[in-house]
């Protein structure tokens, strides 16, 4: 975890932000070389819907987030038995699953939306303007390449339950920066490598904000942060300020090759 004043560096970083729509600086380690949607010519989506079109089609684009996107109740609930491995308490995350085993279960309700993230498609630049480019209910899945992420927020994924959501997440990805993006309250991870390989990926600057009303440990810090399970991924992380989290913080398997400073 990284002390308080590197918090500030990172709030400065934020705050030089503010008034940029375009890239600033350039990532170091891994991701050298991305470009994103390169000098497409800025859109800004009107709503959740035309937000989900832009990252997802064919376009190279440079996606301007003037406000928040709230994507929680936009595909319903869902239903089923949830697990409570950690106890029954107001404080208390449950785990999503069929079979609960020896756990105590219950029958609950959730938002399906953050359960499904959005694909974003290659040759990508996701901008946040000053402190108002929010995504809420929805998570980032990379599956392709050269995509960057700068000056965003990403929460609230079902923040009671285990398997609610994931944040961030990386599946096969290559050439991606994820800078100064904040993310809190996922269900799962904050970041997620799946099994396959992810390559040239940069986080930098960036605030994993583990404070939650909900948590495994009943005591409001997350312990899903970074799980990097990926074969031979490629990942550097830099600046990066880990507030609040009680494990995971990254948890590595699979061969990654991590740079860590």
């Known amino acids: 975890m990284k002390s308080a004043p590197t918090l500030l560096a990172v709030l400065a970083g934020l705050a030089n932000l503010v008034a940029a729509q375009t890239v600033s600086g350039k990532p170091e380690g891994f991701a050298t070389g991305v470009t994103g949607g390169g000098s497409a010519t800025a859109v800004t989506p009107a709503d959740i819907t035309e937000l989900k079109e ?3 089609d064919d376009e190279p684009r440079v996606i301007i987030l003037s406000k928040e996107y709230d ?3 936009t595909e319903g609930e869902g239903s ?24 105590p279960a219950s029958t609950e309700t959730w938002y399906k939306a953050p359960t499904q993230p959005i694909d974003v ?16 209910g929805k998570g980032l899945r990379m599956r392709g390449s050269n ?12 923040p009671k339950y285990v398997w609610g959501g994931d944040a961030i997440a990386f599946d096969g990805a290559d050439l991606v920066w994820v800078d100064h993006v904040f993310t809190a309250r996922p269900g799962r991870q904050h970041y997620v490598f799946g099994f396959n390989p992810s390559k040239r990926i940069t986080l930098s600057n960036n605030f994993i904000n583990g404070e939650s009303d909900y948590s495994t440990g009943c005591n409001g810090y997350h312990y899903w942060t970074f799980e990097m ?9 830099k600046n990066n ?21």
């Open 54 to 56: 832009y990252l997802t």
């Open 121 to 136: 498609g290659n040759n990508k630049t996701i901008l946040g303007v000053g402190s108002k480019g929010a995504i809420k």
């Open 147 to 158: 995509v960057i992420k700068q000056n965003i927020q990403v929460s609230d994924l079902n």
């Open 241 to 261: 300020y880990i507030y609040k989290t009680s494990g995971r913080s990254p948890a590595l398997s699979g061969g990654t090759l991590l740079h860590a400073v």
């Open 229 to 237: 399970v990926g074969t031979d991924d490629q990942i550097t992380m």
């Open 80 to 103: 089923g038995n949830v697990s409570a491995s950690g106890g029954w308490g107001n404080a208390c995350q449950k785990g999503i699953q069929d079979d609960c085993g020896s756990n």
């Open 71 to 73: 994507a929680t109740e």
